[in-house]
């Protein structure tokens, strides 16, 4: 990929990324609305997040990471026909072993639940809506993989925009299931069900031309001793766990919060969205963009090239990534009030949002970096270096949980806050150990120019800051949503405003943004 097509590239997943975040919020803000938070709502979250999860650990995180830099070589050195059989038998596999999974997960729904969700094992209707939630909700896990494998196909070829647009159907579909279809069930949740599985086979379909385009729509075939199917199943096994710790993470907080009091997951998940929303826009964009150029510098043996777009990478994440994770630890009460303060979603839950958000406001940075950091390994066929760091993560996620909500209990304060607290912890630790590694073995490291960079990011946040804790006492709390909504909007554009205008005083300059 040129270098000026890899900002333009990013320009386009961003925003379509951020099209798909806006309706993500109007989701939520609709099924908080209409469903409240607890009760039900908690059993939808924790159906929904165990294929949600396996679609981040499998689809969107290993197994793209060990597809993309696979497929990247065949292009370099195959002809088209040897790509159309890679393709073939790599869709083959991954159809054969998913549908298998799907399978079993629906049959074995109660004992899955049990062990994601073991808080619920004590609340029968609950626990039975809980069940039957994730039956409907775990053929997602299916299309989606199979989305996430067209994408990687497309991605690696320079086409961005479809499957940087297929998010927004799930949005849709949701939004239309809470809306529409919820009040014709006698269990309304249910409806989100069916709209969950719908809307991953749509994801899967407005794929299909494109790949018909690129002469890549080929019939699938299973063929597990394909060269290329090995080299990746050998790629893909530990990146299981190295590329998503961030979301096995989040998973035992969801664990953790089924054993506290009710409320607690769907606090967690109104933060989590508001954390992500950053992460999403820029993180998860500029991760997607730079798989595929690492993978094509990396087999060209272009040394060069290949560190010059992680410090690229770099300077975008930490532009973004430093005031965003300011922003939301100071806004965010202010942020859950005027979003989410309305129909079954109390005062009290929005408080309780926004300790879980101040919580977690502030590995945002750290979870972005994971987002440059890790493929940097992965261009370069290493999974064994996340795998280790993943499973200190993990560990180090475990001990903070125990620690936080140690320390949380004994100020009597919510112990969901702890949770959150964990992850940002676990986060840091995941960076910064990527980092290590990268600079320990001169693969990438932040140079003589980063320090004058970190300096005015960090003169420039401290002055929106500033800024944004004047004008807190004047958020009008008690009025209606849509005076909440604009104070909110004002306040963001005002600190958006003073960081890009400190920033540039500082003498940051927008043409240190270019990519080489």
């Excluded at 292009?75 to 399978?103: C, D, F, N, P």
């Excluded at 977690?360 to 390994?377: N, S, T, V």
Aim: proline share 4%.
């Amino acid at each position: 990929m040129a270098k000026s097509r890899l900002f333009r590239s990013t320009m386009v997943v961003s925003s379509m990324t951020m099209l798909s975040r806006v309706l993500g919020l109007l989701r939520d803000v609709v099924l908080l609305s209409v469903f409240g938070a607890g009760g039900l709502m908690d059993a939808f979250l924790v159906a929904f997040k165990i294929p949600n999860f396996l679609r981040r650990l499998f689809a969107e995180g290993a197994f793209s990471q060990a597809f993309v830099p696979v497929l990247s070589e065949y292009k370099e050195k195959y002809s088209l026909q040897q790509v159309q059989i890679l393709v073939s038998r790599t869709s083959g596999a991954l159809l054969l072993v998913l549908s298998m999974l799907t399978v079993v997960v629906i049959l074995i729904a109660p004992w899955v639940v049990t062990l994601f969700a073991p808080g619920f094992a004590d609340q029968p209707d609950k626990f039975a809506v809980t069940a039957e939630l994730l039956r409907l909700t775990f053929p997602y896990l299916l299309f989606i993989s199979m989305t996430a494998f067209a994408s990687g196909i497309l991605q690696s070829y320079g086409r961005f925009a479809a499957p940087a647009f297929a998010p927004v159907l799930l949005n849709l579909c949701m939004i239309g299931g809470a809306l529409i279809f919820a009040p014709m069930f006698d269990t309304p949740i249910m409806a989100l069900g069916y709209a969950v599985a719908i809307a991953g086979l749509l994801q899967f379909l407005i794929q299909l031309p494109q790949l018909w385009q690129q002469k890549l729509l080929v019939a699938p075939k299973v063929d597990f001793g394909h060269e290329g199917v090995q080299r990746i199943l050998k790629l893909m096994l530990p990146a299981i766990f190295g590329v998503s710790v961030t979301q096995i993470n989040l998973l035992l907080n969801t664990v953790f919060a089924s054993l506290m009091i009710g409320g607690s997951v769907s606090w967690l998940y109104a933060a989590e969205r508001m954390s992500e929303l950053p992460l999403g826009l820029i993180g998860v964009a500029i991760g997607t963009v730079i798989l595929p150029s690492l993978s094509k510098s990396e087999a060209q043996k272009d040394d060069v090239s290949f560190k010059k777009t992680i410090d690229w990478a770099a300077r975008l994440i930490i532009l973004v990534g430093v005031p965003a994770s300011a922003a939301l630890f100071v806004l965010s009460d202010v942020l859950m009030q005027a979003l989410f303060l309305r129909g079954e979603f109390s005062l009290r839950d929005a408080q309780m949002s926004g300790l879980a958000l101040r919580s977690m406001a502030g590995g945002i940075l750290g979870f972005m970096l994971i987002k440059i950091f890790a493929p940097a390994f992965f261009a370069r066929q290493d999974t064994k270096t996340p795998v280790k760091i993943g499973i200190v993560s993990v560990f180090a996620n475990m001990v903070f949980s125990v620690v936080f909500i140690g320390i949380f209990y004994l100020a009597e304060m919510p112990l969901h806050g702890g949770l959150a607290l964990a992850t940002t912890g676990a986060a840091f630790v995941n960076a910064g150990l990527l980092y290590y590694f990268l600079y320990k073995r001169e693969i990438f490291r932040f140079g003589s120019h980063w320090k004058k960079l970190f300096a005015q990011f960090i003169i420039a946040t401290s002055a929106m800051v500033a800024v944004l804790y004047v004008m807190l006492p004047y958020f009008p709390t008690a009025d209606a949503q849509w005076r909440r909504m604009v104070a909110l909007l004002i306040m963001c554009a005002v600190g958006a405003l003073v960081y890009g205008v400190v920033l540039l005083a500082t003498g940051f300059r927008p043409r240190q943004l270019r990519h080489g």
